[in-house]
């Protein structure tokens, strides 16, 4: 395992039924593979040594004597490979048959496992041929060569390098409490199901289904492989299914119905499964529940250790990443913006109607966060009933207003059917100016920060004055890098947009512009969403362009929105969030969706290197303003409320990550 990652395959080898010789050369063909392409631990189908479907067969001592020598085959070969192997084969144990999986590693048995719950209904008879694990007494058996411990205990397997798995065989997934869900408690990364599923209509997306639930609810990487060609089709017909899950979420499927050998593999992040265990305080209540179950003898999980690996293969992330993890996927974007705006509406409406506002009050500049919030208003107005003239939307130019953004901010509020106010701050900042001393010349933090705080105390006392509420317009990576004036725009008394990064902002408030909003509406939010993002607090330059980029000061959104979602979501180090961010970045496989001319082509390494840098350095300098934010709603998985999600100390030491960022 390197930078959490551990990597597994799912294997289905054609059979011929019977044919122990055949299906072993076809499992060796697969692991050899598998083992060159640093696979760690790979799965094969249940009773894939004999084929699942030799019915009375198995009650023919030849076949179980020849199964066994399989087996032998199998450990002979594996002797100088660096995998482990899981595969089926029918075990004697004294007076019992078990369908069982073996796990090999380097010519040893690390143990074998007996299937649990036996299907005997409609096209299945497997108590015909086969005991249950719980029909087994604890006890030592002869087998392939090796003493083996079989018990109807569950047994936990652990690598070398600490990643713990389990392994379950086929119907114990369909069970009511399968396997899986105890060797997870007990400590499980990985199941492994060894699986002979026939095909019906409308199985195999519940089957999908099934295991995605079950990765999810174990919070585990969910390893599954089902028999496929070459299983006698007498009766049925088995699709030969390959997945693999992590945490639910598919991360590759092999192709049902292939008539050829097949494989697939996955890089499954140990590390982030780990990490939404230790956060999920339902989970951890859970696993009190099976440690007091084996001090009681119910049941219990033995602990097998497999022997050190001898892997020293360059690491290589061949997984996709997603550079935009904050942004719904296309398939559901509508439902997704809907769900978003429903969220920030509904939270907003609650706060309307509670204190009894009359008008609520929004700084209108002509970007893309007040653009937002003012969208959100005007729902939430609409939901509610209220007339929209009730929200005041108020311009403030001040000494770096462009044009653009001028005349974008009034034609918005104009075309929304909104009141609006014009306020100029310059006079009001000048004169403060004076009263501090300060030269008007020099365009530094003083000079910017003297324009913010003017127009939050606008909007405060407008809101006194209508009987009102502000509504705040910073959004989530601005919390995040600090980038906002400390009770200036980071403060109102209500913030719409606090859990909003700004790669999402953009597409939310594109999605308004391409959903029916008349063409005045969707021309002036599309020239908002292609403005460089500004706070256009430095005047503009000779041509009346905007000359203060905030992405040329703090780096690109779209890498900070990147590096804060690893970060807090699953507490990855920068030397991880570095690895996926050149996947995802840099990896010409992966592709970007740009929605703003202004988005660079790409980044090379020095610029990730660099702004992520930037991003550790700010994010923890930045706390004693998040310390103390407004009310706002949460709506993603991430959130830096200190009421709810991130509860950090303002003065928190930031050595180690900064030095893991400048070690990269």
């Known amino acids: 395992m390197k930078y959490g990652f551990i990597k597994v395959a799912s294997a289905v080898p054609m059979v011929k039924v019977g044919d122990v010789k055949y299906n072993v050369e076809q499992i060796e063909n697969l692991t050899v593979q598998a083992e060159g392409k640093g696979v760690e631990v790979i799965v094969f189908p249940e009773l894939s040594v004999t084929g699942y479907s030799c019915q009375d067969l198995f009650s023919q001592n030849l076949l179980l004597e020849v199964a066994e020598q399989g087996v032998m085959m199998l450990l002979d070969f594996t002797r100088k490979l660096d995998i482990i192997t899981i595969v089926g084969a029918p075990v004697v144990a004294g007076d019992l048959l078990l369908n069982c999986a073996v796990v090999i590693q380097q010519g040893q048995i690390l143990g074998i496992v007996p299937k649990t719950y036996l299907p005997n209904y409609s096209e299945f008879y497997e108590k015909r041929w086969f005991a249950s694990a719980q029909d087994l007494l604890e006890t030592e058996i002869r087998f392939a060569g090796h003493t083996v411990k079989v018990t109807p205990d569950l047994q936990l397997f652990r690598t070398f390098d600490g990643v713990r798995f389990g392994v379950e065989i086929c119907e ?37 289904s099934l295991l995605s639930q079950q990765s999810a609810r174990t919070m585990t990487g969910y390893v599954y492989s089902s028999c496929g060609f070459g299983e006698s089709t007498q009766d049925v017909v088995y699709g030969g299914n390959a997945l693999i ?32 265990r230790r956060t999920n305080s339902t989970y951890v209540n859970a696993q009190r529940n099976i440690k007091y179950s084996i001090l009681d003898h119910q049941f219990g999980i033995r602990n097998i250790e497999a022997s050190p690996a001898e892997n020293d293969r360059e690491f290589v992330l061949e ?57 959100v208003c005007v729902k939430t107005f609409d939901k509610l009933g209220m007339n929209r003239k009730g929200i005041v939307g108020v311009t403030m130019p001040g000494f770096g207003t462009t044009d653009r953004t001028y005349n974008n901010a009034l034609t918005l509020m104009q075309s ?19 009263d501090i ?3 008007a010349s020099v365009h530094d933090v003083t000079y910017e920060n003297s324009q ?34 400390y009770n200036g725009d980071h403060m109102s008394m209500y913030g719409v947009n606090a859990s909003i990064p700004k790669t999402l902002i953009r597409h939310l408030v594109n999605y308004v512009a391409e959903s029916g909003v008349d063409e005045q509406s969707r021309n002036t939010l599309l020239d908002i969403i292609d403005t460089p993002i500004s706070p256009e607090l430095i005047p503009a330059d000779e041509n009346g362009n905007i000359k203060q980029k905030t992405e040329d000061l703090v780096g690109p959104y779209e890498l900070h929105d990147f590096f804060l979602y690893y970060f807090l979501r699953f507490g990855y180090r920068p030397a991880k969030i570095y690895l996926l961010a050149k996947k995802a970045f840099i990896d010409t496989d992966v592709q970007r969706v740009k929605i703003s001319d202004n988005d660079p082509d790409s980044y090379d390494e020095e610029t990730i290197k660099k702004w992520l840098k930037t991003f550790v350095r700010r994010f923890f300098n ?8 407004p009310d706002g709603p949460k709506v993603g998985s991430v959130s830096l409320s200190p009421r709810g999600d991130w509860r950090m100390p303002s003065d928190a030491n930031s050595t180690i990550w900064l030095q893991d960022a400048e070690n990269l």
């Open 622 to 629: 930045q706390q004693f303003k998040r310390s103390c934010l």
């Open 319 to 375: 997984r996709p990443v997603n550079p935009h993890p904050f942004i719904p996927t296309s398939a559901d974007m509508k439902a997704s913006c809907e769900e978003i705006f429903n969220i920030q509406l509904m939270g907003l409406a609650k706060r309307i109607v509670h204190t009894c506002a009359k008008t609520v009050v929004v700084g209108i500049s002509g970007g893309l966060d007040s653009t937002l919030a003012l969208l």
């Open 245 to 276: 899950y992590e945490n639910g979420q598919m991360l590759e499927e092999g192709e049902r119905f292939a008539t050829v050998s097949q494989m697939v593999t996955a890089q499954i992040d140990v590390e982030r499964l780990r990490s939404e």
């Open 452 to 485: 913010a705080r003017e127009r939050t105390q606008i909007l405060m006392d407008l809101a006194n004055q209508l009987g009102g509420m502000v509504i705040g317009t910073g959004d989530l990576s601005e919390l995040a890098l600090g980038w906002a004036t």
């Open 437 to 439: 001393g300060h030269d």
């Open 172 to 208: 114990d997934v369909w069970a009511p409490a399968p396997p899986s869900n105890k060797l997870a408690l007990a400590g499980a990364d990985l199941i492994f199901n060894l699986s002979a599923s026939d095909e019906l209509i409308g199985k195999h997306n519940y089957l999908k």
């Open 416 to 434: 929304l059917g909104i009141t609006i106010r014009e306020i100029s701050i310059a006079k009001a900042v000048t004169q403060h100016f004076e």
